[in-house]
């Protein structure tokens, strides 16, 4: 295919990568896992995205950092414990369906090689679509293709860029939510929402925008089609014991994630997006 004018493919160590450069923003897209891992607006050219200096990019690991896509499910397999976390899309390679100049934005279409695997029966087509100009938008279509109702959850696990944790608030949710590091307990969501323990939150709250406040990084995150938000730092002790994170790269990240948790249920020829918004 033809890529447009500010697109163009270069190889890094084992991945192909697709760079946007057009007026607006620079956008580096890793071709493994349709996975953006940089998004600079020129007209602050600060970095939105966290990426792990111990990523793996070798065509296989699930990419650490960056907007990996969970799908079609979030976090563990509902029955089968030794299928992988999130799913099966991140470590597939996808591959550029489309590609247009617009006056504002480039707009890039990606899809994975396949949808099938194991742990789901679903026949569907599932597509990114990415928005790059002043903001990005990254929108995951999933379409029942099939003639059964489809059910999944997914997330866009964004792991965004930050000064420093201890030193970051995130407005804009209330409520209560379910504490994956204390057996799912329900537990009020603390105001200032503040960092400084590690953190495995599953909210259940549809909030439309969010704000990160970091030291000089102020980034807004607006959701769609969500029925859920987590928010995930891994803090000093599971840092260290994972391979493809630095030990102190838990400071600079919080992933706040678009995401259907509870199922999202398709009806045949009928079709689901998720997006996600950040400026
Ligand atoms: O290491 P992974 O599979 O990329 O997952 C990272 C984290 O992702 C979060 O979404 C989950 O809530 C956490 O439980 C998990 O540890």
């Given at each position: 295919m033809h890529l447009c004018k500010t697109a163009s493919l270069l190889p890094q160590d084992d991945i192909k990568m697709l760079i946007i450069d057009n007026d607006y923003a620079h956008a580096t897209i890793s071709l493994f896992g349709g996975h953006?891992?940089?998004f600079i607006?020129?007209?602050?050219?600060?970095?939105?995205?966290?990426?792990?200096?111990?990523?793996?990019?070798?065509?296989?690991?699930?990419?650490?950092?960056?907007?990996?896509?969970c799908w079609p499910w979030f976090g563990a397999h509902a029955s089968e414990s030794g299928l992988a976390s999130h799913g099966y899309v991140r470590t597939q390679n996808w591959h550029?369906?489309?590609?247009?100049?617009?006056?504002?934005q480039t707009v890039v279409r990606l899809k994975p090689s396949t949808t099938q695997g194991e742990g789901f029966e679903g026949e569907t087509q599932l597509s990114l679509v990415l928005f790059i100009g002043r903001e990005l938008?990254?929108?995951?279509?999933?379409?029942?293709?099939?003639?059964?109702?489809?059910?999944?959850?997914?997330?866009?696990?964004?792991?965004?860029?930050?000064?420093d944790i201890n030193q970051c608030e995130l407005t804009g949710l209330d409520g209560d939510y379910l504490d994956k590091l204390q057996d799912?307990?329900?537990?009020?969501?603390?105001?200032p929402y503040t960092f400084n323990e590690e953190t495995d939150r599953v909210h259940l709250v549809t909030p439309e925008s969010l704000t990160i406040v970091s030291g000089n990084i102020k980034t807004s995150i607006q959701s769609v089609g969500h029925d859920s938000i987590v928010v995930w730092n891994p803090w000093a002790d599971k840092s260290k014991s994972m391979q493809d994170m630095?030990?102190?790269?838990?400071?600079?990240?919080?992933?706040?994630?678009?995401?259907?948790?509870?199922?999202?249920?398709?009806?045949?020829?009928?079709?689901?997006?998720?997006?996600?918004?950040?400026?």
């Amino acid at each position: 295919m033809h890529l447009c004018k500010t697109a163009s493919l270069l190889p890094q160590d084992d991945i192909k990568m697709l760079i946007i450069d057009n007026d607006y923003a620079h956008a580096t897209i890793s071709l493994f896992g349709g996975h953006v891992l940089s998004f600079i607006p020129k007209h602050d050219n600060v970095q939105r995205l966290w990426l792990s200096k111990e990523a793996m990019l070798d065509g296989q690991h699930p990419i650490r950092g960056g907007i990996p896509i969970c799908w079609p499910w979030f976090g563990a397999h509902a029955s089968e414990s030794g299928l992988a976390s999130h799913g099966y899309v991140r470590t597939q390679n996808w591959h550029v369906v489309d590609c247009a100049d617009e006056p504002e934005q480039t707009v890039v279409r990606l899809k994975p090689s396949t949808t099938q695997g194991e742990g789901f029966e679903g026949e569907t087509q599932l597509s990114l679509v990415l928005f790059i100009g002043r903001e990005l938008r990254i929108q995951l279509v999933t379409e029942n293709t099939g003639s059964e109702p489809l059910s999944y959850t997914c997330a866009l696990h964004t792991y965004f860029n930050i000064d420093d944790i201890n030193q970051c608030e995130l407005t804009g949710l209330d409520g209560d939510y379910l504490d994956k590091l204390q057996d799912y307990q329900r537990i009020s969501t603390p105001t200032p929402y503040t960092f400084n323990e590690e953190t495995d939150r599953v909210h259940l709250v549809t909030p439309e925008s969010l704000t990160i406040v970091s030291g000089n990084i102020k980034t807004s995150i607006q959701s769609v089609g969500h029925d859920s938000i987590v928010v995930w730092n891994p803090w000093a002790d599971k840092s260290k014991s994972m391979q493809d994170m630095e030990d102190l790269g838990y400071k600079t990240m919080l992933c706040v994630e678009t995401a259907v948790t509870q199922g999202q249920q398709v009806l045949p020829g009928q079709s689901h997006t998720l997006e996600q918004v950040i400026r």
